[in-house]
């Protein structure tokens, strides 16, 4: 995993969740990501952006960046993403980014 950037200020942040609710998505995000790559899946770097807002599950987008991977791979992991932890903000939308390198042979 790379960096992690928080999008919206962080007092909006420190008003809508807690930093233990934050990791626990970002490391489940991770672990979803890790399981829906196959072990013989060349490697690649991804950029994913996480949405939080108060109504609904987290919106995970997803931008490859350098060699683009299979389109079958992505939606895989678009579909593993989808089993996130479900963390709703209290009040505002929260937007942040997170760089993965993504690697089957890695695990």
Do not use: W, Y
Not at 76 to 105: C, H, M, N, W, Y
């Amino acid at each position: 995993m790379g960096d992690i950037r928080l999008l919206t200020e962080q007092p909006i942040f420190d008003r809508n969740t807690t930093a233990e609710k934050l990791v626990t998505l970002i490391k489940g995000t991770h672990d979803r990501i890790s399981k829906a790559v196959p072990p013989t899946a060349p490697g690649f770097k991804l950029l994913v952006q996480i949405t939080l807002t108060p109504r609904n599950r987290p919106k995970f987008e997803m931008l490859p960046k350098g060699e683009p991977p299979q389109k079958q791979l992505l939606e895989s992991i678009s579909e593993s993403l989808k089993k996130a932890p479900d963390l709703r903000s209290k009040t505002d939308s929260l937007l942040l980014q997170i760089d993965f390198t993504v690697s089957g042979a890695n695990r």
